[in-house]
């Protein structure tokens, strides 16, 4: 990993180059790299970054320290709607749907390296890579029920495409975690190392695909966007409806509060 240099170092971002790869490092190891509205400015900065230098060819997203992305950072609370309801519809729209859409739509091949969580709209983010490996200590949950909520981030897309509609309703509706091996076996991830071999075999694959045909992989992300994801727009903006709709029940109050006080949630399926 030495061959990469700094290019910019955001408040929670880090972003790096060697030769033409990219390397986008989620930079809060302390939260576990949780996503909250500083991260996604960072990103997104990133990415426009990225997108815009034609001499970078490929990236590497990753986590800095032990998780990749533990999800949203409850803790940062939500802006309310008129009604005091929180706003997760705008939050989602504002915050996460421009940096999901900026991977799946960026011209160049992206991998993501999974070390330890993707949760939440963790999972979502590590899922919208094109390529995704993942360390022996991986694991992906969509941990939104957990806390009377819907899978959003395009998770309720990228996940039935990769892996079927029977294994994404028990992800979605079990919220149990799905590790690095059963990630692989099912078809979430395309391959798993040794938590100490993950960086350099990712900076490998993406070192390769650096030096390839890029307009090539552009046009067969295009293709293969057409096809299983033609209607992400539409989806995320469903995911944000129901998104909503979960905010002004009370099971997502019982759910938060419990997470925050770390106790188990006693839901009234209201």
């Known amino acids: 990993m030495s061959d990469y240099e700094l290019v910019h170092a955001y408040e929670t971002v880090n972003l790096h180059r060697a030769g ?4 986008i490092e989620l930079n809060r190891p302390d939260k576990r790299n949780a996503w909250d509205a500083t991260l996604s400015r960072d990103l997104k900065a990133a990415l426009a970054h990225v997108a815009e230098d034609d001499t970078l060819r490929a990236v590497l997203l990753t986590g800095a320290g032990k998780g ?5 950072d409850l803790s940062a609370g939500f802006d309310p709607t008129p009604d005091g309801t929180p706003d997760l519809r705008t939050s989602l729209h504002e915050r996460y749907h421009p940096v ?5 739509t960026l011209p160049k091949p992206v991998v993501a390296a999974v070390n330890g969580a993707a949760a939440g709209v963790g999972c979502s983010l590590a899922l919208a890579a094109d390529l995704v490996l993942a360390g022996e200590s991986a694991y992906f949950l969509l941990a939104f029920v957990n806390i009377g909520l819907v899978p959003d981030g395009g998770s309720s897309a990228f996940i039935p495409t990769r892996v079927g509609l029977a294994r994404a309703t028990e992800m979605a509706m079990l919220g149990e975690r799905i590790g690095a091996a059963q990630a692989l076996e099912w078809g979430l991830v395309n391959a798993v190392h040794p938590d100490e071999q993950l960086l350099p075999a990712a900076s490998e694959l993406v070192a390769h695909l650096a030096i390839g045909p ?25 995911e944000a409806d129901v998104q909503q709709e979960q905010a002004g029940g009370a099971d997502f109050v019982e759910g938060a509060t419990a997470f925050l006080q770390k106790r188990p949630p006693q839901f009234t399926g209201r």
Request: glycine share 16%.
């Open 20 to 23: 033409g790869a990219a390397r």
């Open 214 to 238: 890029t307009r090539a992989y552009a046009g067969a992300k295009r293709q293969l966007n057409a096809w299983c994801f033609g209607g992400l727009e539409a989806q995320l903006a469903l």
């Open 100 to 104: 999901i859409l900026g991977l799946r």
């Open 68 to 72: 990749f992305c533990s999800g949203a």
